[in-house]
């Protein structure tokens, strides 16, 4: 996943990267070869450009990504918000931006705003509106619904199991009971992640939703082999069974 976010970023970039034609050729075939994974390529071929042009914001914020990929956060935002404040316009610098603030704990809050901003300028833009829900879920935002739908536009997300997982809790922050519970069971359908599996159980189960589909629930979680590996979270589910039907 982590990879994947990486290359989601860098493909973002690959588009009218520099102020020269032989910048933008190595700022692609950087990009290229990032993908390949030979960074120390594309390091050499971001360091050609930033020699002649130390400002070529792309090539920054592909030398933030660079910093990231060698464990080097706070090197890798200090260029990443440097270069958003530079340009407050670009969907690319605060993509990057926000991004890299959603790995820190206490700048969870700074990425949603850094990745809004990023989502006004490419609303359909699909790896921004992943990070918003995930982060807007995380944090209890009522305002997230609007990103929530705005991914459930796009038709390979409208049936995601973990998306209507964050609707349904979503909804709940809004006071819509029934939407929720009828979100969380969707996330249900053809469910594999058994994780998930066991925190939509609690959620039904903490908002008194439905007992009975909440037993439900983690009764397949506890015979799962994910129940097996997770003692602690088989023994809730046992108890919580025990409890709801009275015993």
């Known amino acids: 996943m982590r990879n994947l976010m990486i290359l989601s970023a860098l493909l973002i970039l690959c588009c009218g990267c520099g102020k020269k034609e032989s910048d933008n050729t190595k700022l692609n075939n950087a990009v ?39 464990g080097d956060l706070d090197k890798a935002l200090d260029i990443a918000s440097a270069v958003s404040a530079e340009y407050p316009d670009s969907f690319a610098a605060l993509y990057t931006k926000g991004r890299l603030q959603a790995q820190r704990p206490l700048h969870r809050r700074n990425a949603y705003e850094t990745l809004t901003e990023a989502n006004l300028r490419e609303p359909s833009n699909v790896s921004t509106l992943i990070l ?64 998930l599996l066991f925190n939509i159980a609690r959620t039904i189960d903490s908002n008194n939703l439905d007992r009975k589909y909440a037993v439900r629930l983690y009764t397949i979680y506890s015979a799962t082999s994910a129940g097996r590996r997770n003692p602690a979270a088989r023994e809730y589910a046992r108890l919580r069974i025990r409890t709801l039907n009275g015993r």
């Open 132 to 195: 918003l829900c995930n982060l807007g879920t995380e944090l209890k935002y009522k305002n997230v619904l609007q990103h929530i739908n705005q991914l459930k536009k796009h038709p390979e997300y409208a049936k995601n199991n973990i998306l209507n997982y964050q609707l349904g809790k979503c909804l709940l922050l809004h006071g819509k009971r029934q939407e929720a519970l009828a979100a969380l069971k969707s996330a249900v359908n053809g469910l594999s992640d058994f994780g």
């Open 32 to 70: 290229k070869e990032f993908a390949n994974g030979d960074f120390a390529r594309a390091e050499s071929l971001i360091n050609e450009v930033l020699k002649n042009n130390p400002d070529n914001s792309s090539a920054r914020l592909l030398q933030a990504l660079k910093y990231e990929k060698d």
